[in-house]
């Protein structure tokens, strides 16, 4: 037997416990060998749960082991940069859920850091490897779908988070339309050249409360003119959406789920399905096999295939969509540049 | 302007008034110059209503009539052989709703009558008419399925017809299947070797009262050895099922309308749509199909599509089918024939 | 039997054919008695065609003769307006194609010449007598959606038209998206407060040369903060685009067709089904429907459903749209009020 | 933690490696302790890929380890019965893939070694543990169908076996329709009485050899009058088929997938997907699920949901339909009670 990556998990809330029980259970090439939790009695449970025998409160301990190769960090957000600063120094590669941080010089310490440690890097856009997703990308570089001209990206999530998360989350851009301008800029193969948006808060007046909105369109055009269109929303009145529509000179790419359930329930009264409505049923082999594509990369010694750029250039959209919002007009990319007017 | 066929319509029932209408309205190369129905009061308002100036309780003025050049027969299956004669000894061209009667002996006086005075006649099987069906058949035809294995053929109704009515109908497979039996051989393009029958009364009492199934599955045995599955019921728990699936060596066809209106509702507990539950919406456009291209082979002078030979294959397979479930064995078409043993 | 109302259609191009054909044929309570066009070889051919005797090619026949109590309008847009006001001016009842003009003086001209005559006058907006459509509104009105705070309308056509029509059309927003101009405010129910365009000459550089664009999205902001997204293009990769989706806080609508025929082709690539490729396959039961309803108006002698208030308020949106356009803003509609700064 | 279920997989070929890896990887509350193939080549080979230190050839080590608990039996169809009863006698609980043996007499012989030694067996109907399935049954149970009065289940896969296997498989009821007989009779909750089989050689030549058939029709008659349809092929021209409808007095269900990947492509061909081609795909979760209720069933101390009953039942619905084709009439299945005159 070869030997297997060995992975610690920090912080094991909803997504860092499904993590943690991948890498325990579903990458045969890694194991899990140690989970972190600022909670004792959440790191305690997991470890149990997944028979790892080592927990702690502290990630520096972490850190400091030199027998842990990598990290998967999805504590809270506040919390990532820092992680991903040490863990960089410490040699360890790290998968980092999204976003890297909630600021854009926050965002690039932390890029620098792993850029001078020469470690790999990680951020936790699963959609890139959903299988949907993935087939539309390779029809698109593929060529089949000739040049692509637009792009329309849904997201509307069941219901709005709580007061106290949505007051620190960065607001919608950061924090859930981030995943569509990543989708975008990725399908599209394309830098971003402007954005214009167009908010409400129409679902709950705590978002107006917050200065936020909950309903919102951002229009994009990219440095060779192709469009996008993104739209989305706190609450989606019927449980979640996750739809993309490609349209391209020679056809047209419809992706996402209709029904959950292959069943089709025929009554006088129509014909109905169930559908997708949790984003960890939407996603789960997509979180699983993102983090079987990142011990992939560390057991061939390869890049990863979403890194500290794509996170960089998601965050710099969401800043060009907030201040387009809060200034009423279009604006470029080209304003939150390192180095930039920003 | 060009003469156009001058049509009289026999019988404006429920579809009798849809065949009418058609002749009037939709058919630019025929007029509607007669209505004749056994109830006065029927017969007047119809041609009220399509501003037709003549109309009869009494067929037989039809008949007499040199300047009608064509009768729509849709009047009680009891009189459709007699009609079908009597236009026949008159010259015309016959138009006349399934089956031509209920017992093959009358069948094949009506068919030697026709077949005497040498003018048309057309069987109302409307499915050969229906957009989705002509595509499929025509798919098969130019070879691109393949050699067609198998074709799995099903038909609900919503409900069960009155008592009076399924008295006199003939039985399930005479009235309903023997569409069935039409469209599996057309489909096919082979003789009908053998039948099974399965029949159940499931749905109401009132079927095995009156020595009938409401619930039936006929198994086929083509000519060259393929088979097909034919599924009848008297009530559709949802509505109403006309759906064919087609097996070929090169792939399959499904044929059937799933939505009527083009509208998904989606909401937390699923996605929704309508579908079609009465059999002139689903045939709507087919019904006005059979009658053009019965009017457009008087006008090519040409032979009809769908007559004779078909209308008497389809209800030989109905007594056949009949035979397998009273005599719980497979049957063969061959005792059917002419001048064969039935 | 009750009179007909007596109608005259000027134009029988393409859809103007149609119009004829649905007059002649498919309104029982109207009857076709005369056409005209510029080309007295269409008009006589269309006139043969559907058994009309009188044509002409000089429209000022038909507005002098008091016989006729109604015009259909579908010649050319450069000459709507004055047919409008004439007709209005000899007491007939209107239905006229969109648009009623290019401009917004011309269009308010003609309207306030119908409002003067106290005629009816119906635009040809199908859409809103389409059967997905019409029960989507349907819904909305119910309630069964909660609140609407979000539609995206999607259209797109198969191939740009001739450079000679493109070149007098008016743009993409008075030719194409004002069908969606239309459409989210009737399905919205709701004023129009603001628009946003973003656009490219991506399909043809043909568009770039007559200072127009091919693909766009048009933001829009309504009174009560509710948005819509509206995506344009002059090609669809894939044939032809029209479906719209309705989110609200109850649930979601989308309507469009995704099968033309209702054949699935299995094989080992996949599954198929045709699609629809052209408008006067997705929308011809609409053009019949809405001269049903434009007759059926004038024998209850009720206000049409679509006149000149929506007819102006779709121009206007394209003027906006326009405008953001040229000068990179968001644009407010009530920049093109009537007695406005426009 | 607590003590895991340990289990062997005896036999690893294509469906054993899978019950190895699910065991290995997938069932937290078992572990893989020990492999066993016929080929030490095969056996060495997946315990070095599932770190599992333990291998062997003999099947009889295994019985003869009192530190097993479990047997997972994926090795020819003609040693099952042998291991069961052996694994019985050891006192080990054991998963078998159908079928138990291919002839009746030998399939009681393991059942009742199974019943004598009190140790549970499930049988590998994969399908009762696949969500659409289980969704379906539920909703049947719940009483929200109605009396089911019709069961359609079509089976067809995606290209013939060897020739070699086919000679040995026991023929297609056997060997494929197996699943489908245990299918209808879960899903109907009730006795079979009667089957009709239609059956011909349409695929290969190679089958009328062998004195089998490649595509049949199986009529089912259930005690309380209900019926099925079973459709079979040894080869599906488009890939692979496995659907069921289901259809009850107060509606219908339809189960079974149309696309694989969520991804709709268009073109000016027509809207593609792709569809499930592999009964590894389509079953996938499924071959999990019956692993982990089997293993959950030990935890438990349950009897497992599917069992002897249903393995002989469904064996004995083969032979029915043999019996059938053979003799060319319809066949009770009480002809082959035990102690019958089968």
Redesign the interface.
């Known amino acids: ?1 070869t030997q297997r990556v060995r992975v610690a998990v920090i912080g094991v809330g909803r997504l860092g416990r499904r993590h943690a029980e991948v890498i325990a ?2 990458t ?1 090439q890694a194991e899990l060998v140690a989970i972190a939790d600022a909670s004792a009695e959440a790191a305690r449970t997991a470890a ?4 790892v025998e080592r927990w702690t409160t502290d990630p520096a301990e972490i850190m400091a082991d030199p027998n842990i190769d990598a990290v998967v960090i999805a504590s809270s957000t506040a919390t990532h940069a820092a992680l991903i600063i040490a863990a960089a120094k410490a040699g360890k590669d790290i998968f980092c859920e999204k976003p890297i941080a909630l600021d854009l010089a926050t965002t690039d310490e932390a890029i620098d850091a792993v850029a001078a440690a020469g470690v790999r890097l990680q951020v936790g856009f699963q959609r890139r490897f959903d ?2 997703y993935v ?2 990308k390779s ?1 698109i570089d593929s060529g089949v ?3 692509i ?2 792009i ?1 990206d ?1 997201m ?1 999530d069941p219901v709005p988070a709580s007061r106290e998360y949505l007051a620190t989350c960065g607001g919608i851009f950061r924090d859930l339309t981030i995943h569509n301008f990543d989708n975008v800029r990725w399908l599209m193969g394309q830098d971003v050249d402007e954005v ?1 948006t ?6 709950d007046p705590m978002f107006a409360e917050l200065n936020d909105v909950d ?3 951002v ?3 990219f440095a060779n ?3 996008a ?1 993104i ?1 989305s ?1 706190r ?5 979640y ?1 996750v739809r993309t529509e490609v ?13 959950e ?15 997708v ?1 949790w984003f960890l049923d939407r996603f789960a082999d997509a979180y699983t096999a993102e983090l079987v594509a990142f011990v992939q990369s560390i057991v061939d010694d390869t890049p990863t295939s979403v890194g500290s750029e794509a996170g960089r250039a998601a965050l710099a959209m969401a800043y060009a969509a907030e201040r387009s919002l809060q200034e ?3 604006v470029k990319l080209a304003e939150f540049n390192r180095g930039g007017t920003a």
Chains 1, 2, 3, 4 share one sequence.
């Open positions: 037997m259970y579903q045969p149990d749960a997944l028979r299988v949907p087939k539309a029809m779908m000739g040049s001209e637009f329309r849904a509307r214009f167009m908010g409400s808060a129409l679902v309903t919102s369109v229009s994009v055009r003119g192709s469009l269109s739209e929303g609450r989606a009145g019927f449980g959406d349209f391209g000179s020679e056809g047209a790419l419809m992706i996402g789920y209709t029904r359930t292959a069943v089709l329930h025929y009554t006088k009264e129509g014909v109905t399905s169930d559908h409505q009423h007009r279009p």
